[in-house]
């Protein structure tokens, strides 16, 4: 799917006789600005050098072209886009299931692996199942047998929001102290 984001990206860029502006700034092949030029021009030089004319900024007034060879242009814009995914943190999320109706030993459970999932993995998500009238039961009650299961968990950990509410009952992430 990145890569899919990554070409399609590299498709909407229009070069040469795909730029179709009156005027445009002109950046140099050395990266040097050569001004608010008309696109004849632009041509015109891009051809002198034996390069294209790419559109790097379409939504600037003028638009924005640079004399490059579209190639090597193509190939930069995937190397940073692979760079970036790289420095992107991967968030390791485990998720442990708890019915509202547990047992307290099963509860026991539940938590003791939520405490293993914590010291693996710095975030559990717990889901807290409700079954069918279980949904519509006061949201305090709800709320207390979460806390319920929440007191079971040993390692110490805080909640990085409130639970939220959702088509199965609900869904509390939480995470280990620092």
Do not use: C
């Not at 600037?60 to 190939?75: E, L, M, S, T, W």
């Not at 307290?104 to 459970?109: F, S, T």
């Amino acid at each position: 799917m990145f890569i899919g984001f990554i070409f399609t990206f590299i498709q909407n860029i229009r070069i040469n006789n795909q730029i179709r502006v009156s005027e445009v700034r002109l950046i140099g092949k050395d990266g040097e600005n050569l001004g608010v030029v008309s696109i004849e021009e632009a041509r015109k030089k891009a051809a002198e050098a034996e390069l294209d004319l790419i559109e790097i900024s379409p939504k600037a007034q003028p638009p924005v072209v640079r004399i490059a060879d579209y190639g090597k242009y193509q190939y930069q814009k995937e190397k940073e886009a692979r760079e970036s995914g790289k420095k992107q943190k991967i968030v390791d999320l485990k998720a442990v299931r708890v019915g509202f109706n547990a047992s307290p030993h099963d509860m026991e459970l539940r938590a003791k692996k939520a405490n293993e999932l914590l010291m693996s993995a710095n975030r559990v998500q717990i889901d807290f199942i409700l079954k069918g009238r279980a949904k519509y039961l006061d949201r305090n009650f709800i709320q207390s047998r979460l806390q319920v299961f929440l007191a079971l968990i040993t390692v110490p950990f805080r909640k990085t929001s409130e639970p939220k509410k959702g088509p199965r009952g609900l869904t509390l992430i939480i995470e280990k102290e620092k």
